[in-house]
């Protein structure tokens, strides 16, 4: 019978996790020290735009300062890595360096170099070195926990800070920033409030954005076994709530019914092949049956009604745009639309190129090309957890990001998740490959001199 997982938290108190063992109920290994650079990306990634300031007409955040300070020592410990015994190959290490080469070329052929370079400079480095950050520095068992504990416990405080956008009414951190930088990047209008509520927005630049930061720690602890959990949990879930949006409430609902299957038929083979057969059935009956196909997927993609029809019409007026020159960026005059586009791969097909979305997409996926679980991967039960916990939060990354854009601290998140769910796979492999080299040789491959060689299935 499976027994219940207990958090060692300031209380002591026993509590259920999705994370549990289902067959021993021994404490979970500690998670290792994380890495300084590591840390202090994190302590800067919420900081607010206001917190800013200007090197000619280049604005310069702090999250984007720090990054640049740690770029030469994420490329060293990438270029170590890459030439030691102890590294394996993960998709997205090939595909992350390609979407950002092409997020150059895209705007480059239309802009001119230098624009490229002003322009699309700042948003490659907000994704490849969070990547590589991760990707490089989770080193030590169980490195991964702790990432996510204090990207859980960070998220908790940003959600309490947005409590106080609801309670005064007025955006607090991005106005007390702005009066202090003189740079303000925040604006009231309809779209901010809500049945008379103002959105929390916290220190992001948006509800919707705030809102699905704070799923996102929700659905770390829930799953996982870390010190203030409770907290953690109440804390991230009165953001989601504040954030007035349905896609983070979207997002929870979906991500805890994932993680849930998951745990429950966790011994299945192909598990998610036979989940994803649900939706896809579902998609070929509407295109044969109605004459609005994605109209009916949006539909069923977004709470609202109102919302979906919306982001339906924002792809149908900008997507002919992108198709008749799907390569490189598109002119803001080759479209009739002026308002704000949600949708991430809308986003980059327009400013980069549609190449540069397929890219995106690539990235993601293929940080999930080496396995996590336990039958095909050498890791502790809580990291093989955190495995299928990365890979369901980038899957609702990318089901999200057609009706949401990314951007700011999230698309920093986006490059941090990546490079963590890579680095396990990683972690993984390793061990594996060890442990498959170590077996005895069968009879008839002692006999004939054959070698035993690594394998992966």
Not at 201 to 221: Q, R, T, Y
Not at 384 to 390: P, V
Request: net charge negative; proline share 6%; hydrophobic share 45%.
């Amino acid at each position: 019978m499976p027994t219940l997982a207990y958090s060692d938290n300031d209380h002591d108190s026993r509590e259920w996790s999705l994370a549990a063992h289902p067959e021993t109920s021994d404490p979970p290994i500690s998670p290792s020290p994380l890495s300084f650079s590591i840390q202090l990306i994190l302590l800067a990634l919420f900081l607010p735009p206001e917190a800013s300031f200007f090197i000619g007409d280049l604005r310069l955040t702090l999250e984007r300062l720090v990054l640049l300070l740690l770029t030469p020592f994420v490329l060293l410990a990438f270029v170590r890595k890459i030439t030691s015994a102890d590294y394996r190959f993960v998709a997205s290490d090939i595909f992350v360096p390609l979407t950002s080469l092409w997020m150059f070329v895209g705007p480059s052929v239309v802009y001119g170099f230098m624009d490229s370079v002003k322009h699309t400079g700042p948003v490659v480095l907000e994704y490849i070195i969070p990547y590589l950050a991760t990707r490089m520095l989770l080193t030590g068992r169980n490195a991964a926990l702790s990432f996510l504990s204090w990207l859980s416990i960070i998220i908790s405080l940003v959600a309490l800070d947005g409590m106080l956008d609801t309670a005064t009414g007025t955006y607090f951190t991005h106005a007390f920033f702005g009066n202090i930088s003189g740079f303000h990047d925040y604006r009231y209008n309809e779209d901010v409030f809500r049945h008379g509520i103002l959105r929390a927005s916290g220190p992001i630049e948006h509800p919707i954005l705030f809102g699905f930061v704070c799923a996102v720690g929700l659905l770390c602890a829930l799953s996982l076994q870390i010190r203030w959990r409770r907290f953690c949990i109440s804390a991230c879930l009165l953001g989601v709530v504040a954030s007035i949006s349905s896609a983070p409430e979207q997002c929870v609902l979906m991500g805890f019914g994932l993680l849930t299957y998951g745990r429950m038929v966790g011994r299945l083979p192909a598990k998610w092949l036979l989940l994803s057969a649900i939706p896809a059935s579902i998609s070929v009956i509407l295109f044969l049956s109605t004459k609005t196909p994605f109209g009916h997927i949006f539909d069923l993609m977004t709470i609202n009604p109102e919302t979906a029809y919306f982001r339906l019409y924002i792809w149908n007026v900008i997507g002919p745009a992108i198709l008749e020159n799907p390569y490189f960026a598109v002119l803001s005059g080759n479209y009739d639309y002026e308002g704000s586009v949600d949708s991430v791969w809308l986003v980059l097909a327009l400013n980069y190129g549609l190449p540069c979305s397929i890219l995106t997409a690539m990235s993601m996926l293929g940080s999930c090309s080496l396995p996590t679980k336990l039958s095909h991967a050498s890791l502790s039960y809580e990291e093989s957890q955190i495995g299928m916990l990365l890979g369901v939060i980038i899957f609702l990354i990318i089901f999200m990001g057609f009706t949401v854009h990314f951007w700011g601290p999230t698309w920093i998140l986006v490059g941090l998740l990546i490079g963590a769910r890579a680095r396990l796979g990683e972690l993984g492999q390793l061990g594996y490959d060890e442990h498959i080299t170590d077996l005895p040789l069968p009879e008839h491959q002692r006999s004939s001199g054959c070698q035993s060689q690594p394998f992966m299935t």
